[in-house]
């Protein structure tokens, strides 16, 4: 089997198990088999998904899963883990914001795609605490999510760094219903720049299952665009925020705000528990990622930017 190409330096994967090369070539056998369900479903021609009741706004401690599931008990964002009271506060970050009106339409339709590739995830850290965030499928068995939900870094909780013991992933969740059932895994990824640094140009992190759920749910394409790209652009963003009822999906989109290097802005309403979506757009009908939701701001929301090296670790982590 040919070698695939990964990132280097802040890029270099980091991962709390290692893989024989019989597993991988296995892995990557049975994706080309089967091409995911789903990934030509048409969103509208303007880059926005067809939502009833949405309208692109004009730019302007232990806890048993059980109990979560059925709503009673509230967790934190996984961001708080890293950034929250007690945490190292990264410079010009803050936890995700929703600006003015909150333009977030609810999805209820979740067992049909896009939106059942999207992914409730209820997170173990390694000191036992819990907390919520969100993935996307990019492959049969792969998710995509930011690097804090993976890995937990300056907590400043004794036995809490580093990455998390377990992560519950339910696919098209809708409150206490779960469609797709659960699955849950341990086989984590991320990358130095995050691991390491703690550098929000770097956090980003994959989920790999033991069961290939995503012939069943679909997932996103991801890619690589230049600046005017983007800026042209209209993101989507859809995940399970902590501010509305218990695992239920919100949609919302917008306008590309800038770019940077390794970062994507944009004025997209979300909040605490969608650290980890898929900033994505709409070509032909198609859902493409370019970043990986994971900050807030005062003005902007923002994502780590989908670049060659990211892209390339991506499709490692999908095979």
Do not use: C
Request: hydrophobic share 40%; proline share 4%; charged share 15%.
């Amino acid at each position: 089997m040919a070698s695939l190409n990964v990132g280097t330096g802040l890029d270099a994967p980091v991962s709390n198990r290692t893989e024989g090369a019989a597993e991988v070539a296995a892995r990557v056998a049975q994706q080309d088999a089967a091409p995911g369900k789903g990934k030509a479903a048409a969103g509208l021609a303007s880059g926005v998904e067809k939502v009833q009741g949405f309208s692109l706004p004009k730019v302007a401690a232990s806890r048993s899963a059980k109990e979560v599931l059925s709503g009673a008990l509230d967790l934190p964002d996984i961001a708080e883990a890293s950034f929250g009271a007690g945490a190292r506060q990264v410079p010009k970050s803050v936890l995700e914001t929703v600006h003015g009106p909150d333009d977030r339409v609810k999805i209820t339709s979740t067992n049909v795609y896009p939106w059942r590739a999207h992914a409730s995830l209820l997170i173990t850290a390694r000191d036992g605490s819990m907390w919520i965030g969100t993935g996307w499928f990019i492959g049969p068995h792969t998710l995509m999510t930011a690097g804090h939900v993976v890995y937990i870094k300056n907590s400043g909780v004794p036995g809490r760094d580093g990455f998390v013991r377990s992560i519950k992933v339910m696919p098209g969740r809708n409150g206490a219903t779960l469609p797709y059932g659960s699955v849950t895994s341990s086989n984590l990824r991320t990358v130095q720049g995050w691991a390491t640094n703690g550098d929000e140009e770097h956090d980003y992190g994959a989920i790999i299952l033991g069961t290939d759920l995503g012939l069943t749910t679909g997932w996103f394409g991801f890619g690589v665009y230049n600046d005017a790209t983007l800026t042209a652009s209209v993101g989507n963003i859809s995940g399970y925020p902590g501010d509305k009822p218990d695992g239920t999906q919100w949609y919302a989109a917008r306008r590309i705000a800038s770019v940077a290097a390794r970062k994507v802005y944009y004025d997209i309403d979300t909040f605490g528990g969608q650290s980890g979506s898929a900033v994505y757009r709409i070509v032909d009908g198609k859902r493409y990622a370019f970043a990986v939701h994971a900050y807030g701001g005062a003005t902007t929301n923002s994502g780590t930017r989908i670049v060659t090296p990211v892209y390339n670790n991506m499709v490692a982590w999908k095979a």
